[in-house]
């Protein structure tokens, strides 16, 4: 199943599901859950502890009339069908990031201290805290260029959706927006290379284990543009990865007890080379055969 959110009119949110592949899949909202479940962190928290049956919870509600269908074309394409808004797919009690997890990001932070490479070789990943709800954004919505930083770039990245106990409840693209002059010049500016306001997204939706038939075979396009200027493209493949994704959420939770709903970024195979960072206005598009179209403009903060 995929798991949206949207606002309605009065500003909710409202869990979604589209069932059967985008774009012909039919989107439905469920405008009862501000009775039950009102998010889809309130039901992927009843999945993980309950054993929560989603597609028998979205047919009880279609069949107490409490689900709209949506326009999911439109919805994922514009951010807006049927007077719903399309919103971040969960709102996330805290998000992650594994870097240096491709051998290509490894290579581009080098810059003869070592340090890269010996994180992509060491057993221990790179972690680090990367946003909180207030710092990320849903598709359609701005995401961050630091006025202090004179090259930022767009991180295209794989996330899991992690649960208290180490399962990997869904995935979602991502977006790990990070202001890459700051970190090259000192390792030590990583938090605020990484951490700021709009320095992360994540949509359309979240792809629930069931619907992934390989997690190391998950295709991702880039198209960063100006105006009618194509800035930037390119593409990587999972299956570049250098770490499992369960290595990484064990790594993850040593020592750290995550909740629910916490959101785990695996890292980057897509670089944009130093002169094609990003500006106010470029549009950056994210984009999966296997978990949707992620689509952001660019702004200062």
């Given at each position: 199943?995929?798991?949206?959110?949207?606002?309605?009119?009065?500003?909710?949110?409202?869990?979604?599901?589209?069932?059967?592949?985008?774009?012909?899949?039919?989107?439905?909202?469920?405008?009862?859950?501000?009775?039950?479940f009102a998010t889809t962190l309130d039901l992927l928290t009843a999945v993980d502890q309950d054993g929560l049956d989603l597609a028998?919870?979205?047919?009880?509600?279609?069949?107490?009339?409490?689900?709209?269908?949506?326009?999911?074309?439109?919805?994922?394409?514009?951010?807006?069908?049927?007077?719903?808004?399309?919103?971040?797919?969960?709102?996330?009690?805290?998000?992650?990031?594994?870097?240096?997890?491709?051998?290509?990001?490894?290579?581009?932070?080098?810059?003869?201290?070592?340090?890269?490479?010996?994180?992509?070789?060491?057993?221990?990943?790179?972690?680090?805290?990367?946003?909180?709800?207030?710092?990320?954004?849903?598709?359609?919505?701005?995401?961050?260029?630091?006025?202090?930083?004179?090259?930022?770039?767009?991180?295209?990245?794989?996330?899991?959706?992690?649960?208290?106990?180490?399962?990997?409840?869904?995935?979602?693209?991502?977006?790990?927006?990070?202001?890459?002059?700051?970190?090259?010049?000192?390792?030590?500016?990583?938090?605020?290379?990484?951490?700021?306001?709009?320095?992360?997204?994540?949509?359309?939706?979240?792809?629930?284990?069931?619907?992934?038939?390989?997690?190391?075979?998950?295709e991702v396009t880039m198209l960063v543009s100006r105006g009618t200027t194509e800035?930037?493209?390119?593409?990587?493949?999972?299956?570049?990865?250098?770490?499992?994704?369960?290595?990484?959420?064990?790594?993850?939770?040593?020592?750290?007890?995550?909740?629910?709903?916490?959101?785990?970024?695996?890292?980057?195979?897509?670089?944009?080379?130093?002169?094609?960072?990003?500006?106010?206005?470029?549009?950056?598009?994210?984009?999966?055969?296997?978990?949707?179209?992620?689509?952001?403009?660019?702004?200062?903060?």
């Open positions: 199943m995929r798991l949206f959110q949207v606002l309605d009119a009065q500003g909710r949110l409202c869990p979604g599901a589209l069932a059967g592949a985008p774009p012909s899949g039919l989107a439905e909202v469920a405008t009862g859950g501000q009775a039950g028998g919870w979205f047919d009880e509600q279609r069949r107490d009339g409490l689900t709209v269908s949506v326009d999911w074309a439109a919805l994922e394409r514009t951010g807006k069908a049927g007077g719903y808004t399309l919103a971040i797919p969960i709102v996330p009690p805290e998000v992650w990031g594994a870097g240096v997890t491709y051998r290509r990001s490894a290579d581009f932070r080098e810059e003869g201290l070592g340090i890269y490479d010996k994180i992509y070789e060491a057993p221990r990943p790179e972690l680090f805290f990367k946003a909180t709800a207030s710092r990320s954004a849903g598709p359609h919505q701005p995401i961050g260029r630091r006025k202090d930083s004179a090259f930022t770039a767009a991180e295209p990245e794989v996330c899991v959706i992690v649960s208290r106990g180490g399962a990997i409840l869904g995935y979602t693209l991502a977006n790990d927006v990070s202001a890459w002059d700051i970190e090259r010049d000192n390792p030590l500016y990583l938090p605020q290379s990484k951490v700021y306001d709009g320095c992360f997204s994540c949509g359309p939706t979240i792809v629930t284990p069931d619907e992934v038939a390989d997690p190391y075979g998950i800035v930037f493209k390119g593409s990587a493949s999972t299956s570049q990865l250098k770490r499992k994704l369960p290595d990484l959420v064990d790594w993850l939770r040593k020592s750290n007890d995550v909740p629910t709903g916490t959101i785990l970024s695996t890292g980057t195979g897509i670089i944009q080379p130093l002169g094609s960072g990003l500006e106010p206005g470029d549009i950056v598009v994210i984009s999966s055969p296997q978990l949707g179209t992620l689509s952001n403009p660019v702004a200062f903060v």
